[in-house]
């Protein structure tokens, strides 16, 4: 079974940084795709990046393409998502994400998730 934990998330204002990180368990966690998906107050949950077991293939939706990064470090078994350039839009719950490779944008083809961390990005 693999556990994930975010931490990371905060109050900032428009066009600062953030950078959350997952930290997971479980002897499997390298063979998993890795992703990051939010959710804001009345919306469904949105895939933000995904990641390959190996870190050779990522994926990001148009919104946040060129100022998120996902990485991921197996030895240390985390997978971070770095947020620059911050809007209000951002703001949302955020959480990491873990299953079989395909289907990066599809919750469904994620099985281990975590609690989620909040990120609130103020005008």
């Known amino acids: 079974q693999v556990q994930l934990v975010e931490s990371g998330g905060g109050l900032v204002q428009a066009g600062d940084s953030l950078r959350l990180s997952c930290a997971a368990s479980?002897?499997?966690?390298?063979?998993?795709?890795g992703g990051w998906f939010r959710q804001a107050p009345g919306k469904e949950r949105e895939f933000v990046a995904g990641i390959s077991p190996n870190g050779a293939s990522t994926y990001y939706v148009d919104a946040v393409k060129g100022r998120f990064t996902i990485s991921r470090d197996n030895a240390k078994a985390t997978v971070t998502l770095q947020m620059n350039d911050l809007i209000p839009e951002d703001t949302a719950v955020y959480y990491c994400a873990a299953g079989p490779s395909g289907g990066w944008s599809r919750p469904d083809r994620y099985v281990h998730w975590g609690q989620g961390t909040q990120v609130t990005v103020s005008s």
């Open positions: 479980g002897r499997t966690f390298s063979y998993y795709n």
